[in-house]
């Protein structure tokens, strides 16, 4: 099995960077158009016989300066928001774009989930997940997450409870989605994502992380196709309480369905990543 599990680790590693590299080279053109068209007005300094071409970055056009902007940093690059249509999926919501320069990649950072049954908090992994964070402090500031259902529990093999979808139908998120990243770098799927973790859902396919993301409150088998998020810091007992009570689908009792009683994001906060 763990020989099944690395050559489909090492296929999904290779798509990602494969997904990656074609993400960063459409972010580096997209800045240079933007950079272009936000200039407004092109200096050209000749010295000692170089030519230079500076754009003028300031936004307010309060003046121009010679000072080249600097070059965006890789992890700005990184973070490619690919457009989602929402006239194909009506579950999306738009609420925008997160930035596309100053992607924090250092430290942690808090992420405070209220729910209707408890508070958790998480550390979010800023410094390992740098675009899975700046895309959920961006929509938590857009109260994306609140007041939505979690709607998906899960109770055997594989137990977490899903949230962020605010259409509580499984397939909604923002009207964007982004590669993975911080991929659990294991063999064995009872390890990949140990209980308190906290990492985002996607469709399968590589490049399709959105705003769902799952909890997990017991052992479970996950191939390392995730990203994790960050680790649960207090509150886990509240996930595990709800995972005790137990899901329901069609009416029914079963191991992979709705939480049996409404479990209610009321907020989600995240506190500013470090400088």
């Known amino acids: 099995m763990s020989s099944t599990i690395q050559r489909q680790r ?3 590693r290779a798509r990602l960077e494969r997904q990656m590299g074609e993400r960063l080279e459409d972010a ?6 933007n950079a272009v068209i936000g200039a407004g007005v092109a200096l050209l300094l000749v010295v000692g016989g170089v030519v230079w071409a500076v754009s003028a970055m300031s936004g307010d056009d309060k ?3 010679n000072t080249a902007a600097p070059a965006p940093s890789a992890v700005a690059q990184q973070c490619a928001w690919t457009a989602e249509d929402k006239a194909a999926n009506p579950n999306l919501k738009d609420v925008g774009t997160p930035p596309t320069t100053g992607i924090a990649d250092k430290g942690t950072q808090k992420m405070t989930i209220t729910l209707n049954t408890g508070t958790v908090e998480v550390e979010v992994a800023t410094a390992k997940a740098p675009c899975t964070a700046t895309s959920m402090t961006y929509l938590a500031s857009k109260k994306f997450f609140d007041n939505t259902k979690c709607h998906r529990l899960t109770t055997e093999g594989i137990k977490v409870l899903q949230c962020g979808d605010p259409s509580a ?9 982004f590669a993975e990243e911080n991929l659990p770098n294991v063999t064995d799927p009872t390890t990949a994502y140990p209980p308190g973790t906290i ?3 996607n469709t399968g396919q590589p490049g399709s992380t959105g705003s769902q993301f799952f909890i997990v409150y017991d052992t479970s088998q996950l191939g390392p196709n995730y990203t994790v998020l960050g680790k649960v810091t207090k509150g886990l007992d509240v996930i595990q309480k709800i ?3 137990g899901a329901v689908k069609d009416g029914k ?4 369905g709705a939480p049996k009683k409404d479990v209610i994001i009321t907020s989600l906060t995240v506190t500013p990543a470090a400088s």
């Not at 580096?28 to 158009?33: L, Y």
């Not at 009792?253 to 992979?256: K, M, P, R, S, Y």
């Open 10 to 12: 090492a296929a999904a």
């Open 28 to 33: 580096r053109k997209r800045k240079q158009r």
């Open 63 to 65: 003046g121009s300066t």
């Open 169 to 177: 139908s499984g397939s909604g998120g923002p009207t964007y989605k």
């Open 199 to 201: 990492a985002m859902a």
């Open 243 to 245: 995972g005790a009570a």
């Open 253 to 256: 009792a079963a191991n992979d």
